[in-house]
Nanobody
């Protein structure tokens, strides 16, 4: 069984920065795309940033130039560096990955438990 564990959330002032981490563990064969989603109170979950196994990235317009997604394939870990944070970035951030377990033939979508990011003065 594969698990994703996020860390790095917390309270930060507007204009501040945080770095989220997402570590995959378990019987991992390979990981395809990894992504960060977020869900603000009363809103639907949205995709914030994605990164392919080759390192190609994509972002929603509202975070372009402020957030950077990266990954360390050797550590099965993805990161989200968030700079110039705004109050509207406040949300629970979830890690998502397409994972093929060892000896398996197909990729399954796996979610982390979420980490809360609060941007407030």
């Amino acid at each position: 069984q594969v698990q994703l564990v996020e860390s790095g959330g917390g309270l930060v002032q507007p204009g501040g920065a945080l770095r989220l981490s997402c570590a995959a563990s378990g019987r991992i064969g390979s990981i395809n795309n990894m992504a960060w989603y977020r869900q603000a109170p009363g809103k639907e979950r949205e995709s914030v940033a994605t990164i392919t196994s080759l390192g190609n990235t994509n972002y929603i317009d509202s975070v372009k130039g402020r957030f950077t997604i990266s990954r360390d394939n050797a550590k099965n870990t993805a990161y989200l560096q968030m700079n110039s944070l705004k109050p509207e970035d406040t949300a629970v951030y979830y890690c998502n990955a397409e994972v093929r377990a060892r000896f398996a033939d197909t990729y399954l979508e796996v979610w982390g438990q979420g980490t809360l990011v609060t941007v407030s003065s």
